[in-house]
C-alpha cells in the first residue's frame, strides 16, 4: 500500500457492531445489510462477504451497477436495489437475480412492460414523500400492488421512515408506521415474504417486532443516525490516514494557504499533508477541523487546497517529515468532524474519495 492518503477499515468492528445490533433485535428478526454508495465508504465487496460470512441473507443497495459489482463480487443472498433503475434494464435484473423496488405506479407500469418477471418490492411512500405508492389510500394502493401480482414477482413491501432517529418527531413516526402497517394487513392474502420498515434507528427506536428485516446502513459502519441518538456501542470502523510531507517554521504576520485566511502571530511550525478536497477531506474543514498527531491534536490553518493541507503543529514535537496523521481516529470520528461543519457522519464517510486507498485489517 501506498502511503499517501489512505483508510484502515476494520472488518473486526464491522462484524462487532453488527452482532451488537442484532443482538438488540427481537429473536428471529434478521440484518439486511445496508451496503449502497460502496458500503458508505468502506468497500461493498469486502463488507458484503464479511456479513455474507456472518449469516447476512439481504443486502441493499442503491442502484443497478452497485448490484452488479456486488453479485462479480460473488455474493449469493438477495440484493434490493432501493433506488431507480431505468425500466429497459428488467431483463438484466432477472438474469443477475436482483430485486427491484418499485418507486410509484408509473415505475411499476413501464418494468412490467419489459415483459420480464422482475423480483420487486414495492416501496410505500408513508410521509417522506421522496418515493413509493401513496400510503394515504391503503385500499388503492393495495389494489395496485394486486394487480401487479402476476406481471411482476411481488415478493416485499417497504417503508422508510425519514424522522426515526428524532424522539421530537416520534407521533409522525408512529403515524408513518400505522400507514405502513395498513398497507401490509390489506395485502396479508398475497402472503408477501419481506416486509420492512426499519432503518438502523428503528430497529432500536421504533421496533414494534412485526417485522422480519431491520435495513442496518449506518451503526454498521459505527457512527451515530443523529448526534443524541441513544444507540448500542457500535465503534467506527474506518479510520483515514495520511502522512506529514514537509514542515516549516512560519513567522508573526505571514499567511498560510489559499486567499490568505490565516495569519500566524507567533513562531509557528506548520506541517503539510497529502490529502486535500479532491480526497473528500472537507474544504468546510479549513480553519475549524483538527487531525492527530501522536495523539495530540493539531489545527488546521488556512484553507484546504486540492490536493493539500496545513497544520499548526507547533506543539507537536514528533511531527516531522513522513510521520503518521489521523484524519479520522477514535479521537475524531466522523460525526465529531460533521458537527464541527453542520453536516451528518454520513456525508464524511460516503465523500471520501476513491484516490483514498483502503486497507482492510
Ligand atoms: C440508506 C437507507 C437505509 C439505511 O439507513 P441508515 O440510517 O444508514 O440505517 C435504510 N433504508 C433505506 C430505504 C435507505 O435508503
Known sequence: MIMRSWAEIDLRR???????YKAALAPGQKVMAVVKADAYGHGHAEISRLLEDAGVDFFAVSNITEALELRQAGIKGNILIL??????????????????AVLSPEYAEALAAQGQ???????????????????????ETARLIRAYADKLAVEGLFTHLCAADTPAQDAFTE?????????????????LPYIHYMNSAAGIAHNNGKTVYARLGILLYGLKPADDFAAPAVLPALSWKT????V??????????????????????VATLPTGYADGYRRALSNKG?????GQPAPIVGRICMDQMMVDVTD?????????VSLLCDEYTADRMAADIDTIGYEIICGISKRVEREYK
Open 243 to 246: 502522512v506529514i510531507s514537509m
Open 248 to 269: 516549516k517554521d512560519v513567522l508573526p504576520g505571514e499567511k498560510i494557504g489559499y486567499g490568505l485566511t490565516y495569519e500566524a502571530t507567533r513562531p509557528m511550525r
Open 83 to 100: 433506488g431507480y433503475t431505468p425500466a429497459n434494464c428488467a431483463e438484466m435484473l432477472v438474469q443477475n437475480d436482483i430485486t427491484q
Open 316 to 324: 507537536i514535537p514528533e511531527a516531522v517529515p513522513g510521520a503518521e
Open 117 to 139: 418477471k422482475v423480483k420487486v418490492h414495492f416501496a410505500l411512500d408513508t410521509g417522506m414523500n421522496r418515493i413509493g405508492l401513496d400510503g394515504d389510500k391503503p385500499a
Open 14 to 20: 464491522i462484524r462487532e457492531n453488527y452482532e451488537l
Open 290 to 294: 483538527v487531525v492527530y498527531i501522536a
Open 175 to 191: 403515524a408513518q408506521i400505522a400507514k405502513f402497517t395498513a398497507v401490509a394487513d390489506a395485502v396479508r392474502d398475497l402472503s
